[in-house]
């Protein structure tokens, strides 16, 4: 952590990373953070491996992922992900905020695409198990976990190696680190081998930082051919709200795979949502409630709620539509969700025949440490805008812009 001297000397009292993916040599962008929310930019750092993508080739959310940049709870270390030559790495964060690297090594899989933290343990999902890239729809994604030891050393953990039943999107551990949940993009999709229809499973954790061998839990909001036409959903982020002695899983949730499992053409998507799930103590994950429209009705809302954050509170929460380039807001109230607006931030709307061509891209987002900014990546637009949180209203405060204006996936703040 930052010497309390070093940051009054600095004038930050925190910072922002965000990572390039450039496909030659990926970075991590750092900015010092003062006390009105607004950015410094305090240079780039290697992180010795190399970005891609695997999202269709448009530029926008490469890697189809949330906590592809994640910093440890004490704020001592920052944790990326190269997948482009299936490598993560670790950097000490130094007083004046900037990185050092210590290790990189080995992601166990193919295309390592989020990162989960908890008490010295790191657990890294990849996007593919066998390295044949056929495209989302069939890809089945494995898991492999290490110990982070005080040096900042990455220590992989014998026979933690799991293999997925689809395609990941994120993964995070519970408050207590007893258990790790996995998001999927692809569950129900016709062409997984698997036939999975998991959206989110649940694993347990033991104390030299294995997962049980199986999932302890597994939820679908939606299932194939469904009477209600609804698409299936494709989860990115989520985040685990513990209160009292419960846990609450909170999914974003894109509708982009049709009930048949088909994935349909763009701009053809329906109105994205969110689900809530209570992660029980044997790890079962019980249903709470599901599919909650990012809009109105099923065709004419925000089609592609992707990232979440939380409020200081945890009273509310915003949702980041990628397509639409708008933050929507939803209350939370022990995993009771609703819609409070559809827009709480907004850029420019794009074209509904050339989204790709005319979006930002708000993707990935992140809170400062107490949570009175929140910081949104622009994947479209190479820049990051400071939202002051005021409630549920968002209102902006900066726009910076060093960032390359395609492929940049991942943002972390304190």
């Not at 349909?264 to 329906?270: E, F, G, I």
Request: charged share 20%; with cysteine; proline share 5%.
């Amino acid at each position: 952590t930052a010497a309390p001297a070093a940051a009054a000397a600095s004038g930050f009292e925190g910072a922002v990373y965000a990572m390039t993916n450039d496909f030659v040599s990926n970075r991590i962008v750092a900015y010092g953070r003062r006390s009105d929310g607004t950015l410094e930019l305090l240079g780039d750092f290697p992180t010795g491996g190399q970005g891609a993508a695997f999202d269709g080739g448009e530029g926008l959310d490469p890697l189809i992922s949330a906590y592809a940049v994640l910093l440890t709870d004490d704020q001592d270390f920052l944790l990326a992900v190269n997948a482009g030559n299936n490598s993560i790495t670790a950097f000490r964060v130094t007083e004046d905020f900037r990185l050092r690297r210590t290790d990189i090594v080995r992601s166990g899989g193919f295309g390592p695409n989020s990162i989960a933290y908890r008490d010295g343990f790191v657990t890294v999902s990849n996007i593919d198990a066998d390295g044949a890239f056929a495209g989302e729809p069939d890809q089945e994604g494995s898991l492999l976990s290490f110990r982070l030891t005080p040096e900042g050393k990455l220590r992989a953990i014998p026979g933690s190696r799991r293999i997925l039943g689809n395609r990941p999107s994120a993964v995070q551990y519970t408050p207590d680190g007893q258990h790790l949940v996995v998001a999927s993009i692809n569950a129900g999709s016709a062409a997984l081998a698997s036939g999975s229809n998991d959206e989110i499973v649940s694993y347990g954790v033991d104390d030299f930082g294995r997962l049980t061998e199986a999932p302890l839990g597994a939820g679908a909001s939606t299932l194939p051919f469904n009477t209600a036409n609804r698409n299936l959903a494709s989860a990115i982020g989520f985040e685990i709200v513990e209160s009292g002695d419960r846990n609450f899983v909170v999914v974003t949730e894109a509708r982009e795979f049709t009930s048949e499992g088909v994935p349909p053409t763009l701009p053809n998507l329906q109105t994205g949502s969110v689900s809530t799930w209570e992660l029980l103590p044997d790890g079962s994950l019980d249903p709470l409630q599901l599919d909650v429209l990012a809009g109105t009705d099923m065709l004419d809302g925000q089609r592609t709620a992707c990232w979440i954050e939380f409020s200081a509170d945890e009273k509310t929460f915003w949702v980041s539509n990628a397509l639409e380039s708008t933050i929507s807001a939803y209350s939370f109230n022990q995993g009771q969700i609703a819609l409070i607006s559809e827009g709480a931030a907004a850029g420019t709307a794009p074209d509904p025949n050339d989204p790709f061509g005319t979006s930002d891209g708000w993707i990935d987002m992140w809170a400062s440490e107490d949570g009175r900014y929140l910081y949104q990546l622009f994947g479209l637009a190479g820049t990051i805008g400071v939202y002051e949180t005021v409630g549920s209203s968002l209102q902006l405060v900066q726009t910076v812009s060093d960032l390359p204006v395609v492929n940049t996936q991942g943002i972390v703040a304190f």
